[in-house]
């Protein structure tokens, strides 16, 4: 199974902050990368898929890049409602993978 | 408004048997592949299985193969999950999943099912 490390674990930040969430694959995943968001207690929200296409709805200050094995999620201005655990999730091969998550604290 | 309405968890003692329902509306269900997938408490997400929209391909992790068996019923717009031979470290919330077309990303998630195993 391809393996996919995110970091950092956790992430302390202030509202306005520019942030960037990195996950590395184990093997080429092409462009086949999905990061989600999610709040306690609620299931997880897509953001981007395909390495940097953003979903409908969500705010255009999440952006996505990379392709290969080296993906990076950035948040442009960390605004309240962003603080959150974030997850990527490769689904070039079965089983899809996700990474252990980066959680976003208030700073 | 597309929604999934996952059910059937509970509490199940090691060895154990339960099956899970999620059931669709909103959105053409056999055009879609689905997935299951878990998150232990306090822990991150973990794919368990997946399911072509005409159910004729699944994929499972390996931790949970041969043990799982995932299938849909496309004219009663549910999906299922039948877990057999249970295991404490498969206590987890078991979310259903929609899969968006041409891809594994997942645009939609149900609510969640609390599966517990323990004696």
């Known amino acids: 199974d391809i393996q996919m490390t995110q970091s950092p674990s956790t992430l302390s930040a202030s509202v306005g902050d520019r942030v960037t969430i990195t996950c590395r694959a184990s093997?080429?995943?092409?462009?086949?990368l999905a990061w989600y968001q999610q709040k306690p207690g609620k299931a997880p929200k897509l953001l981007i898929y395909k390495a940097s296409s953003l979903e409908s709805g969500v705010p255009s200050r999440f952006s996505g890049s990379g392709s290969g094995t080296d993906f990076t999620l950035t948040i442009s201005s960390l605004q309240p409602d962003d603080f959150a655990t974030y997850f990527c999730?490769?689904?070039?091969?079965?089983?899809?993978?996700f990474g252990q998550g980066t959680k976003v604290e208030i700073k | 408004e597309v929604q999934l309405l996952d059910s059937g968890g509970g509490l199940v003692q090691p060895g154990g048997s339960l099956r899970l329902s999620c059931e669709a509306s909103?959105?053409?269900?056999?055009?879609?592949?689905m997935s299951w997938v878990r998150q232990a408490p306090g822990k991150g997400l973990e794919w368990v299985s997946g399911i072509s929209g005409s159910g004729g391909s699944t994929h499972y992790a390996d931790s949970v193969k041969g043990r799982f068996t995932i299938s849909r019923d496309n004219t009663k717009n549910t999906l299922y999950l039948q877990m057999n031979s249970l295991r404490s470290e498969d206590t987890a919330v078991y979310y259903c999943?929609?899969?968006?077309?041409?891809?594994?990303?997942?645009?939609?998630w149900g609510q969640g099912t609390l599966v517990t195993v323990s004696s």
């Open positions: 999943a929609k899969e968006q077309t041409l891809g594994g990303q997942i645009d939609y």
């Open positions: 909103g959105f053409t269900f056999s055009s879609y592949a």
């Open positions: 093997q080429s995943i092409h462009s086949w």
């Open positions: 999730q490769q689904y070039d091969s079965y089983s899809w993978t």
